[in-house]
């Protein structure tokens, strides 16, 4: 542990990723933000936010980090989305990014995938064979320090256990620096750690959705689960043919004991789909 926690701004990699999409949504989507307002009263707030992929490639810096680190690039996009909805005033409402037309090249079959694809970009043709149930998974915990007002937001995973704050609650840690000049007793250390405590009112939930899909020309071909979200959610049934745009990642639970077979870890966190 360092004695100071800095929260640094965006790195240098992560402001021009920023930059990079706020420029591409105000060169080329401008029009979409100026329809969305005044569309306040829809009853699904959720906007997906189509993007031409091409867009995405021909721009250097966009190209490099979305093949390079799709998901967190994609997190950034929306970030991006979030602040320029509220430039726009159009309230209620969440953009999604959507990137779709991928490029021919990113064409894969399931049985194709291997362990060496994990974290590429597949575009992949499928026939949906099961739809799980809608889950609620926690994206965002928000943490509030019981002895002050202290609060943390930190990202949580699917399928993973609960991530808490990795130090303790910062205004009582300077306090307790202060107060024992430096050097905070252990045990005092883990009592400011244990004051963080989760909050229902400022967590949030997303929905998402296990799809369990194979190729549409081969039906005794190992199924994946792909992993779908908001407004994808009980959208899908038993026997839809789909294009699957995603990022290849291994099932952090293999032997989920609904899965017979173990064999299945590898798994697509689908970023847009394209009903065919
Ligand atoms: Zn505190």
Redesign the pocket.
């Known amino acids: 542990m360092s004695d100071e926690r800095v929260f640094p701004g965006p790195s240098p990699a992560q402001a021009d990723t920023l930059n990079a999409w706020r420029e591409l949504f105000e060169s080329k989507h401008s029009e979409d933000f100026t329809s969305l307002k005044g569309t306040d009263c829809l009853e699904q707030p959720i906007f997906p936010f189509e993007v031409d992929y091409r867009d995405i490639d021909r721009n250097d810096v966009l190209s490099l980090y979305f093949n390079e680190i799709p998901e967190k690039t994609i997190e950034l996009a929306n970030e991006v989305l979030r602040t320029m909805v509220a430039e726009y005033e159009v309230s209620d409402i969440r953009c999604i990014l959507r990137p779709l037309c991928l490029p021919p090249e990113r064409t894969k079959s399931i049985s194709s995938l291997r362990m060496r694809n994990r974290g590429t970009i597949v575009s992949t043709v499928v026939r949906i064979k099961d739809v799980g149930p809608r889950l609620g998974y926690l994206q965002e915990a928000l943490y509030e320090?019981?002895?002050?007002?202290?609060r943390e937001t930190v990202k949580q995973k699917i399928a993973r256990e609960r991530m808490r704050p990795e130090g303790p609650?910062?205004?009582?840690f300077d306090k307790a620096m202060k107060t024992f000049e430096g050097k905070i007793p252990y045990v005092v250390y883990e009592r400011?750690k244990s004051?963080m405590k989760l909050t229902a009112e400022g967590s949030f939930y997303k929905d998402i959705q296990y799809l369990s899909v194979s190729d549409i020309d081969d039906s005794s071909a190992q199924p994946i689960w792909v992993v779908i979200d908001d407004e994808y959610v009980d959208t899908y049934k038993i026997g839809d043919t789909v294009r699957i745009n995603g990022v290849v990642q291994i099932d952090p639970v293999p032997d989920r004991n609904f899965m017979k077979d173990t064999r299945r870890i590898l798994q697509i966190h689908a970023f847009s789909i394209e009903s065919l």
Do not use: F, G, N, T
């Open positions: 320090c019981a002895r002050c007002e202290y609650c910062q205004d009582c400011l004051s």
